[in-house]
């Protein structure tokens, strides 16, 4: 009797576990959605903007607050694409550092001094506001030399490439890739230079923006390169490019 007993409450038991499970596990259960809900499916948290994302949008306001004519904003905008920094938005993080360390300098000196040097005062904020564009100067040429030094490296690979028999879009395409770990920097323009040649831009054009990009002057000896001369001739004359 007692066995009997035992053995119909361990069925009560198993069936009331197992119909609890089918209702949380199905689908169309309500009480699955409400547990789900309560403990296994939890709220989603809204992300917040990362430490960078917030900082742009604190500068923002900054950067507005300098106007500028469109020769300033493309020759500023040129100056940040040979220091690296290609994206609209670095301009507005640019021009917003410039403006928050010209207001630092202005009230450093409101409080040490007040107003009574004048020439401090403008000295001080001027002082601010050209101290970003000494450091981009200064990241400007560190670039530069990266790419310049990587620049023998990429005229030779060039060389190897195209006696291998590679065209010289395709050799300059696999130097590109294999400069991405030793010159990073010059391996970038490499790769932006594949880009615009795939999306159908003449060679010269391509290699005229790599140097804009780069302000580097031995780039122009890949104008210079000889198997560029003989594809440009071919291309004049009409004949195949073999390179």
């Known amino acids: 009797m007692a066995l009997i007993l035992a053995v119909l409450v361990f069925v009560t038991i198993a069936a009331a576990i197992f119909a609890f499970g089918a209702a949380a596990y199905a689908p169309s259960s309500i009480l699955g959605q409400r547990l789900r809900s309560l403990a296994w499916q939890r ?28 020769t300033d904003t493309n020759r500023t905008r040129g100056w940040l694409i040979q220091a690296g920094y290609r994206e609209a938005r ?3 993080v640019y021009q917003g550092i410039r403006v928050l360390f010209a207001a630092i300098g202005l009230i450093s000196v409101l409080i040490i001094s007040g107003v009574k040097s004048p020439p401090l005062l403008i000295g001080v904020t001027g ?12 990241m400007i040429n560190d670039r530069q030399t990266r790419i310049r030094l990587g620049m023998p490296d990429a005229l030779d ?15 300059m395409m696999r130097v590109g890739e294999d400069l ?13 230079m594949n ?24 780039v122009k000896a ?5 198997a560029y001369r003989a594809s440009s001739a071919c291309r004049r004359t009409g004949c195949q490019d073999h390179n």
């Open 43 to 70: 709220p989603q948290v809204q992300e917040k903007p990362a430490i960078r994302q917030r900082i742009e949008q604190a500068l923002d306001p900054l950067s507005k607050a300098l106007p500028l004519s469109p």
């Open 90 to 92: 670095h301009l507005t």
């Open 127 to 138: 002082l601010g506001f050209f101290i970003p564009r000494f450091f981009l100067k200064r």
């Open 157 to 171: 690979l060039t060389v190897i490439c195209v006696e291998a028999g590679l065209a010289l879009d395709q050799a």
């Open 180 to 192: 991405r770990h030793a010159h990073p920097d010059l391996g970038d323009e490499f790769y932006l």
């Open 195 to 218: 880009l615009e040649l795939r999306a159908g831009k003449p060679r010269a054009e391509a290699l005229r923006n790599l140097y804009n990009r780069t302000g580097v002057d031995d």
């Open 222 to 226: 890949l104008l210079r390169f000889p």
